[in-house]
């Protein structure tokens, strides 16, 4: 009797092990510790092989080939076996997690197109109540309130946003004014002075908990307002990797039933492991169109991938 029960729970592991793949820790020694591989990975943060490399291994994988387990091919190449693209846009996309009080969309600063696509979705959609930025340093609320109360202009909130935010603020001003044309607040998220001195991983770490219990007490004092989340994609994860919480993971240790939805958002033309899934649509496919990227194996670190 003891043998076939053996047997059958050896059978399970293979099945449900395989659904979805092992998560692989980065080094101890590396500048992200204690995150995921896959984390660095899905950013482009750590890049696997080049872009040559990944073309070679999306027609490798499709031909059936296997790698060993916890390797950059194996995550990419699962990926790419069940990846599903559709044509969208992000106003589409946001209506998906329509049934979530918290919808996080996390991007790449660089990329100013992600800012002035958000600007416009939040303008097509009704849905949400507050637009919170990581963009703003929490001590810069009453600026920001002043703003949404007419005190001040957005001129003058762009001398303050510009002596905490490094990078371009065009695209962000866009974002701001559209939130306050369609009626959202905008919440102050940030602390990124008080950890200046602090290393890069544990900066973030800290940085996500000032985060996160500025949208738990919003949502304490709020409990029916949604809440979309605007920010680097480091802090837009579902999970991070074992030891580390993700700011979804600390605010709903607070409310058990709390949905959150997650988005990361893309520049298409760029050459990462994405490309080659890209690569592959349609050529009747318009050239400006936004696509949207569900795959199983990215299940534990984001709902969506979302390519401008």
Same mark, same amino acid.
């Given at each position: 009797?003891?043998?076939?029960?053996?047997n059958?729970?050896?059978?399970l592991?293979f099945?449900?092990?395989? @659904?979805?793949?092992?998560a692989?820790?980065?080094?101890? +020694?590396?500048?992200?510790?204690?995150? +995921?591989?896959?984390?660095?990975?899905?950013?482009?943060?750590?890049?696997?092989l080049?872009?040559?490399?990944?073309k070679?291994?999306?027609?490798?994988?499709?031909?059936?080939?296997?790698?060993?387990?916890?390797?950059?091919?194996?995550?990419?190449?699962?990926?790419?076996?069940?990846?599903?693209?559709?044509?969208?846009?992000?106003?589409?996309?946001?209506k998906?997690f +329509?049934?979530?009080? *918290?919808?996080?969309?996390?991007?790449?600063?660089?990329?100013h197109?992600n800012?002035f696509?958000?600007?416009?979705?939040?303008?097509?959609?009704?849905?949400?109540?507050?637009?919170?930025?990581?963009?703003?340093?929490?001590?810069?609320?009453?600026a920001?309130?002043?703003?949404l109360?007419e #005190?001040? +202009?957005?001129?003058e909130?762009?001398? *303050?946003?510009?002596?905490?935010?490094?990078?371009?603020?065009?695209?962000?001003?866009e974002?701001?004014k559209?939130?306050?044309?369609?009626?959202?607040?905008?919440?102050?998220?940030?602390?990124?002075?008080?950890?200046?001195? @602090?290393?890069?991983?544990?900066?973030? #770490?800290?940085?996500?908990?000032?985060?996160?219990?500025?949208l738990?007490e919003? /949502?304490?004092?709020?409990?029916?307002?949604?809440?979309? *989340?605007?920010?680097?994609?480091?802090?837009?994860?579902?999970?991070?990797?074992?030891?580390?919480?993700s700011?979804?993971?600390?605010?709903?240790?607070?409310?058990?039933?709390?949905?959150?939805?997650?988005?990361?958002?893309?520049?298409?033309?760029?050459?990462?492991?994405y490309?080659? /899934?890209?690569?592959?649509?349609?050529?009747?496919?318009?050239?400006?169109?936004?696509?949207?990227?569900?795959?199983?194996?990215?299940?534990n670190?984001?709902?969506?991938?979302?390519?401008?």
């Open positions: 009797m003891i043998r076939p029960i053996f059958l729970l050896i059978l592991v099945l449900f092990g395989s @659904a979805q793949l092992a692989t820790p980065l080094a101890s +020694d590396h500048f992200l510790y204690p995150r +995921d591989k896959e984390v660095t990975w899905m950013t482009g943060i750590e890049t696997g080049s872009f040559s490399g990944n070679r291994l999306y027609k490798s994988c499709l031909s059936g080939s296997s790698f060993n387990n916890g390797t950059y091919k194996e995550f990419v190449c699962e990926l790419y076996k069940s990846s599903k693209i559709v044509e969208t846009s992000l106003a589409d996309a946001l998906e +329509d049934s979530m009080q *918290v919808v996080m969309v996390g991007e790449r600063h660089t990329f197109k800012q696509e958000l600007a416009k979705a939040i303008e097509a959609t009704s849905s949400f109540d507050v637009l919170a930025l990581e963009m703003f340093n929490y001590q810069s609320q009453s920001v309130n002043d703003y109360n #005190i001040i +202009d957005l001129n909130l762009k001398v *303050v946003l510009a002596g905490e935010w490094k990078y371009q603020l065009d695209g962000y001003l974002l701001i559209a939130a306050k044309e369609s009626g959202l607040k905008i919440l102050a998220l940030d602390d990124r002075q008080r950890f200046i001195r @602090a290393n890069f991983s544990d900066g973030l #770490i800290f940085r996500d908990q000032v985060m996160a219990d500025i738990s919003h /949502l304490v004092d709020h409990p029916h307002e949604r809440i979309l *989340v605007y920010s680097g994609k480091l802090h837009a994860f579902k999970d991070l990797g074992e030891g580390i919480a700011i979804a993971e600390i605010i709903k240790q607070g409310n058990l039933t709390l949905e959150v939805g997650h988005i990361q958002l893309f520049d298409k033309n760029r050459k990462n492991l490309f080659p /899934l890209l690569s592959a649509l349609p050529l009747t496919l318009s050239k400006e169109a936004t696509f949207s990227l569900k795959s199983s194996v990215l299940n670190y984001t709902d969506m991938i979302l390519f401008h």
